[in-house]
């Protein structure tokens, strides 16, 4: 039978100088209690030793000998005071194998991060380690469906851990609450933190080719993005030349757009041949707009009977309102919410003998729930198109307002 044999300090009694004590006493234990442990005199494990064991006039003790994988706290006291001596108690002991033939047979004293027992044990933890941290480095590339991502770990997995993170190439788009089964391990949802709360991948998180890291919690394989919580992944596959990358209306992913064009486009259209409205001097006129040409992510709010509109984010918002021999002329742009002055624009005088249709500018900032409208005042009055005169080969356009998130 094979044995272990503890490691007393070489087998010898010192005291605080370091001199031999004569008839030290040995005590051993089960490791952690008070609670004898057998030791035994010889390799084969037949012969018990008395305990105390007791060493001689040198304080030198004899060979001693436990059962394999026994952990065993030993504690060597003077025979004069029953104090411990200096180093002991020792919790486990030291054991070498009689064999010397495996590194299971060495003992080791469990430290943080790593539990082992023996050698052995203390080597497979640290394996295990690097191969996770080998992992992490390795960028996979996902298969499977946008619903069921399917992923292949440089290092097999044989379980999943908590803590354990992989670097994921997506193959396609992800629609919503989709999962991740890496090594057949089983499918795990893929989450991402928004607002404090653990929340289920919408649609379109994750673009194709878009690479992040993901951290298994011991539930849920969370996306992480080393920013602040509730940032979404920069990185969707490219968009066309010229496009521009933001954050689509629901603020849940990135989406490329147009070449600068504008979120919305408002305008004030007429029939062919209608002209633009009559212009009165004296007072702040509402001007019209009818028609909402372009909102690419359904934004704006737009009542054509009071000709207010609104957006449910932060805009900048640009335009030009058509008038005509008008003479001293201003336009703004008024938040009706809150009853005041939004911006004002251009400045123009427009010559009320020269019958030229002028687009009055203006820009200015508007806030996400409020509506505004916009109003001319003039210093002339022109009846029916001082608004606009028709020039009558197509839709008349008066008005036009473009708007970008801001």
Known sequence: MMA??????????????D????????????????????VYSDSGLTTPHPSPLVADADGIFPLIFVSPGTQVKLDVKDPGTSASLPGYPIDPAQLVSTSGASAANVSFSPITGNSGTDVQAAIANNTSEILTFDNFFDLGVTAGTSSAYTATAKNTLTALA????????????????????????????LKY???????????????????????????????????????????PSLGSAYQVLRVNSGATAPEWGGAGAPDVVLQHQ??????????????????????????????????????????????????????????????RLYNVTDAVEAALGDSYF?????????????????????????????????ATDGYGFPVSFGTEIYATVKMWRL
């Open 350 to 382: 427009l010559s009320d003998t020269n019958y030229d249709n002028v687009f009055i500018a203006g820009e200015a900032a508007i806030a996400a729930g409020k509506n505004y409208r916009f109003e001319t005042r003039v210093s002339a009055n022109r």
């Open 162 to 189: 908590s803590g354990q993170m992989f670097n994921v190439r997506f193959h396609a788009a992800n629609t919503a609450g989709p999962t991740l089964n890496i090594d057949g391990q089983g499918a795990v949802a």
């Open 270 to 331: 007429e029939a062919s041949g209608t002209a633009g409205g009559a212009a009165t001097a004296g007072s702040w006129e509402i001007r019209k707009l009818t028609t909402i040409v372009r909102d690419v992510a359904s934004l704006i709010t737009l009542n054509t009977t009071t000709m207010e509109f609104s957006s449910s984010v932060d805009m900048w918002i640009e335009w030009r309102l058509s008038c005509m021999s008008t003479r001293w002329t201003k336009t």
């Open 19 to 38: 001199d031999p004590v004569a008839g030290a006493k040995a005590y051993f234990y089960k490791t952690g209690t008070t609670t004898p442990e057998t």
């Open 4 to 17: 272990e044999q503890i490691v007393a300090n070489i087998n010898r009694a010192l005291d605080a100088n």
């Open 193 to 235: 933190y928004t607002g404090g709360a653990k929340t289920a991948l919408p649609a379109n998180f994750v673009k194709q080719d878009t690479v992040c890291s993901v951290l298994y919690d011991g539930t849920d394989f969370v996306v992480v993005h080393g920013v602040a919580e509730g940032a979404k992944i920069l990185g």
